[in-house]
């Protein structure tokens, strides 16, 4: 009797260990898209791994110092006040600078199993960043963050690589962007919730009243703006940029507004040029993510939350240089 009640409890031990196994699993699965686990089998600096590579705290910190600054920048400091939904904006640049150092280990080990080799070129870089970066240091951040010139260097060899991989992966990418698809045009507009005040708006056009004028009246806000494709409804769009410079198009319906538009120009060019720049690099971009991202996804990432925890974007101290505005003038 004893014996079949060992074995009944054997069987629900192995029964809950397995339930427990498969939550596990799902939870890691499914987080981030990514296998990432929570450990405490950390050094104190060590923030996560990731098979054989190591990511210190510091390399955070400089990141999310670099994220205060250009945040606080653009909204002040009150931004660390507000949420996105459910998410305080705090969180939310977390999380961005963790998925971005994350990828950038995970490319470093897609590098070093490709062969991705750093130019002698890219090397003196990195030692002109690092000693510009770690002279602008003063000592009480380099003691509260922990940062040393090996430490430094590192990041930004950890950087450059994925820099690397990148270019290698991106260099013989071809994608035609025509004139047309990348065209910028600025246009003028009325904008009316009924008919009968566009209607009136069109008399008083016809009458020859100055366009801006009769777009303020009805707009009474903004009238003017500049256009690139894809950034519309496609009924307005395909009404302005059938527009040549200084042409009126007739009464268009979207979503049940009623619009007049005037084109100032049909082609801002040296605006086109940047905005065809700016096509192939995104195609680039999504070239690379369907290419890289099946293979980060399939990384186990041992993650030292409690570390994470204690991260703070708005605490961080605002240091003199940005990390990433120094790579990019040494070694991008």
């Known amino acids: 009797m004893r014996r079949k009640k060992r074995r009944r409890w054997d069987?629900?031990?192995?029964?809950?260990?397995?339930?427990i196994a498969l939550g596990i699993f799902a939870y890691i699965k499914f987080w981030n898209g990514k296998f990432i686990y929570i450990s405490t089998g950390f050094k104190e600096t060590e923030l996560f791994k990731v098979d054989t590579m190591k990511a210190d705290v510091m390399e955070a910190n400089l990141l999310l110092a670099d994220a205060k600054k250009e945040y606080e920048k653009l909204f002040g400091s009150s931004i660390w006040n507000q949420n996105i939904e459910d998410v305080t904006f705090n969180d939310y640049v977390k999380e961005q600078?963790?998925?971005?150092l994350i990828r950038v280990y995970c490319m470093n080990l897609m590098a070093d199993e490709t062969g991705v080799a750093l130019s002698r070129n890219v090397k003196d870089g990195i030692e002109a960043a690092t000693d510009e970066y770690f002279a602008a240091l003063n000592l009480g951040v380099i003691d509260k963050y922990g940062i040393?010139?090996?430490?430094v260097k590192n990041m930004f060899t950890c950087f450059a690589?994925?820099?690397?991989?990148?270019?290698?992966?991106?260099?013989?990418?071809?994608?035609?962007?025509s004139l047309d698809d990348a065209?910028?045009?600025?246009?003028?507009?009325?904008?009316a919730d009924t008919k009968e005040k566009i209607d009136a708006a069109k008399?008083?056009?016809?009458?020859?009243?100055?366009?801006?004028?009769?777009?303020?009246?009805v707009n009474q806000g903004e009238y003017e703006r500049e256009c690139r494709r894809g950034e519309l409804d496609e009924t307005f769009e395909k009404a302005a940029y059938n527009l040549k410079s200084g042409e009126v198009s007739d009464i268009v319906e979207v979503n049940g507004k009623y619009y007049i538009i005037k084109?100032?120009?049909d082609n801002e060019k040296s605006k086109t040029e940047a905005n065809k720049v700016a096509i192939l690099e995104k195609k680039k971009l999504d070239s690379f993510n369907e290419m890289f991202e099946p293979y980060?996804?399939?990384?186990?990432?041992?993650?030292?939350?409690?570390?994470?925890?204690?991260?703070?974007?708005s605490g961080m101290v605002i240091m003199d240089k940005s990390f990433e505005d120094v790579f990019n003038s040494h070694v991008k």
């Open 148 to 151: 040393t010139k090996e430490k």
């Open 161 to 177: 690589k994925a820099a690397a991989l990148y270019n290698d992966c991106t260099d013989d990418f071809a994608a035609e962007i």
């Open 203 to 217: 008399t008083r056009l016809d009458n020859n009243e100055i366009f801006y004028v009769v777009a303020k009246d």
């Open 183 to 191: 065209r910028v045009i600025t246009i003028q507009y009325i904008c």
């Open 11 to 19: 069987f629900i031990a192995v029964f809950l260990i397995a339930i």
């Open 263 to 265: 084109c100032n120009s």
């Open 97 to 100: 600078v963790k998925a971005k």
């Open 296 to 313: 980060e996804a399939q990384k186990y990432i041992c993650f030292n939350q409690e570390l994470w925890e204690q991260c703070n974007v």
